[in-house]
């Protein structure tokens, strides 16, 4: 199914039969991807009597309770919210799901304390002149074991301020990336990255996003895409999420 998208002046082609799916699933699965010393997603059948809601142990509907973490467990979009002292909602901050992208691929550079992070200079480097509504950052190495890997206590690559705050200087309100977090693990709280993306707290930009776990796999090119970015309707700081690209033609 062929759609025509028009934004800001510009008409864009895109191909609805055919989405690009950049989201790591929720799983209860033991290998599946997690962070922030957090274990897999729960599922526990409903009991009430002798029935259960299970059909493989007698119940007539499979009718489970879910535990997780939606920073922990998976690709999850949240807002201003998860740094906030006010009560914000991602359900009530994205109120758009349509967006201009960009996807770039970035090798992090090694600081001298052994840290890799991601820079100014790098976003300045692939995006030229473009000016995104949404970055979509793929690291390098891009293995299969994004998929999978267990990220406590390792010190994954993160983005430095400098380059949040470019990246809000050019107008970017989405950004998403394939760690799970744009901030360095253990940093005494500062989240430097989350509140210079936010402004927060002296003036909380609302309808911004920021989409950690993503991931991008090789195959998918570098480029311009519309984005779709699909939540659960959770009035919560975060939700789990699906973010769909769909490529221009």
């Known amino acids: 199914m062929i759609a025509s998208v028009f934004h800001k002046g510009k008409d864009y082609k895109i191909d609805l039969y055919r989405p690009i799916d950049i989201s790591i699933p929720l799983s209860s699965n033991e290998n599946c991807v997690s962070a922030w010393y957090v274990g897999p997603m729960e599922l526990e059948p409903v009991r009430n009597g002798s029935w259960i809601g299970d059909v493989n142990k007698g119940g007539s509907v499979n009718f489970r309770n879910i535990k997780f973490n939606p920073h922990g467990n998976g690709t999850h979009t949240e807002c201003v919210g998860h740094i906030s002292k006010e009560f914000i909602t991602i359900n009530q901050c994205l ?27 790098h976003i300045m480097d692939c995006l030229e002149n473009m000016r995104p509504e949404a970055i979509i950052i793929r690291t390098l190495s891009n293995g299969l074991n994004k998929l999978t890997m267990h990220y406590s206590n390792t010190n994954p690559p993160y983005i430095l301020k400098e380059a949040i705050l470019f990246l809000n200087e050019i107008g970017v309100d989405h950004l998403l990336i394939d760690m799970p977090s744009i901030d360095k693990e253990i940093d005494d709280g500062k989240l430097e990255a989350h509140h ?26 570098d480029g311009t895409y519309i984005l779709n970015l699909q939540i659960a309707s959770f009035e919560n700081d975060a939700s789990p999420s699906k973010p769909v690209l769909y490529k221009i033609f």
Request: no cysteine.
């Open 95 to 121: 109120k758009r799901f349509m967006f201009l992208a960009e996807v770039i691929t970035v090798l992090p550079k090694q600081l001298d304390n052994g840290d890799f992070v991601i820079t100014k200079q």
């Open 196 to 221: 210079a993306f936010w402004n927060y707290p002296e003036d909380p930009k609302l309808h911004k996003t920021i989409t950690e776990f993503i991931y991008v796999n090789n195959e998918i090119v």
